[in-house]
């Protein structure tokens, strides 16, 4: 086989383990939680389906590639819940590290062009990274809801939380801002979210 290929397919067979990287969130029907994988995909038709939404003009296929590759990191460092303070302390540096060893797995020009694109997101600056990050905030707090709040609740999750969670879909789009304000709102009232 010849090299690249050869290295693409080793990257490919490695990112498979995302498969296994839980995560917090419950599926819609409350039964399991979802893994990384099903989250990245869920993002990448999101973004697809719910461009127009952005406050900005978007490349979509870049977004969306984004989205497929913004959590490949947690094969190594693992998922950090959304509001554990200690796990997120440390979070940038696990992170950092795994994505130097899991994308340069593939034949420099791509695993520059993915490493990049990883780093893009997480400085949420560009239209396509404040989209992005907009889709990785509401879809989390959508399934909350359809599950009556059940991750939150098990993990007593306040209002003010979730608020902080959000201050960055805002910047991404205005419409999926008010969403999640709907939805946050409702699960107040519901007693899913802690009012403090």
Known sequence: MEERLKKQ????????????????????DGER?????????????????????ANEKIDV???????????IVEIDAGDTYAYDAAGNATKRERELKAAKRIFHLLP????????????????????????AHSMDNIQP???NDAT???????????KSQVEKRQESTRAGSETIME???????RNVENGNLKNE
């Not at 939680?33 to 990245?40: F, G, L, Q, V």
């Not at 296929?61 to 959590?71: A, G, P």
């Not at 009556?148 to 306040?158: F, M």
Request: glycine content about 4%; aromatic content about 10%; charged content about 30%.
């Open 9 to 28: 397919m080793e990257f490919i067979l490695e990112v498979d383990k995302i498969k296994f990287i839980g995560r917090q969130t419950y599926l819609s």
């Open 33 to 53: 939680k979802e893994n990384d994988a099903e989250h990245s995909w869920h993002l990448a038709l999101m973004t697809a389906l719910l461009s127009e939404h």
């Open 61 to 71: 296929r870049k977004t969306m590639l984004m989205v497929l590759v913004h959590d």
């Open 108 to 131: 420099e020009d791509q695993a520059e062009e993915l490493f990049q694109l990883w780093e893009e997101f997480e400085a949420c600056e560009t239209p396509e990274a404040k989209f």
């Open 141 to 143: 707090i959508m399934l």
């Open 148 to 158: 009556g709040g059940k991750a939150w609740r098990e993990h007593q999750v306040k």
């Open 179 to 185: 969403v999640a304000e709907e939805i946050i709102r």
